[in-house]
T-cell receptor, first 117, second 113 residues
């Protein structure tokens, strides 16, 4: 079974600065997908960014980018120019690419990000 | 555009009472549907998923059950709630496909007293 580990329960960043959230995972599969979700105080889960394991290029979505290290099984999220609205719980998630499976995601325990002035 | 509705937003129920949480999706056909639970200080745990009407897969043994009576309706139920059923329940949907992300509802905060 796959596992996802987020070793930072809490992180803090000043507004306009850059922060990196860590995520490691364990799998024996070669094809899979990785996701970062954001859960603000409203509790709704919002997709931030996703990465296909077969792609070497790191995914980027505006101020959000990932550092995907397949050999190390590492998938960190970098938030640039942090804004107050980025304050939230961030979850890393893994999805097998085996054909026929539903999008069953395995989630990490989350990192709470605080953004200070 | 697709939307997902989940209700109620909050619920307080006594131990031993029944439970019914409902989730509906609009704007898409034959979605995959999911129920996740988020316990305090923990990540999300997949409880059930469904790839079609009447097709339910359970991921963990528990006091809960799920049903999909219509294509875009997913219901989470219990005949008798336990204290350990307290938590935040999230419904989600996805289209069939290898790269399909999950789209979540706003969740239900369940407190069993």
């Amino acid at each position: 079974a796959q596992t996802v580990t987020q070793s930072q329960p809490e992180m803090s960043v000043q507004e306009a600065e850059t922060v990196t959230l860590s995520c490691t995972y364990d799998t024996s599969e070669s094809d899979y997908y990785l996701f970062w979700y954001k859960q603000p105080p409203s509790r709704q889960m919002i997709l931030v960014i996703r990465q296909e394991a077969y792609k070497q290029q790191n995914a980027t979505e505006n101020r959000f980018s990932v550092n995907f290290q397949k050999a190390a099984k590492s998938f960190s999220l970098k938030i640039s120019d942090s804004q107050l609205g980025d304050a939230a719980m961030y979850f890393c998630a893994y999805r097998s690419a085996i054909a026929g499976t539903a999008s069953k995601l395995t989630f990490g325990t989350g990192t709470r990000l605080q953004v200070t002035l | 555009s697709q939307t997902i509705h989940q209700w109620p937003a909050t619920l307080v129920q006594p131990v031993g009472s029944p439970l019914s949480l409902e989730c509906t999706v609009e704007g898409t056909s034959n979605p995959n549907l999911y129920w996740y639970r988020q316990a305090a200080g923990r990540g999300l745990q997949l409880l059930f998923y469904s790839v079609g009407i009447g097709q339910i897969s359970s991921e963990v043994p528990q006091n809960l059950s799920a049903s999909r009576p219509q294509d875009r309706q997913f219901i989470l139920s219990s005949k008798k709630l336990l204290l350990s059923d307290s938590g935040f329940y999230l419904c989600a949907w996805s289209v069939s496909g290898w790269n399909s992300p999950l789209h979540f509802g706003n969740g239900t905060r369940l407190t069993v007293t």
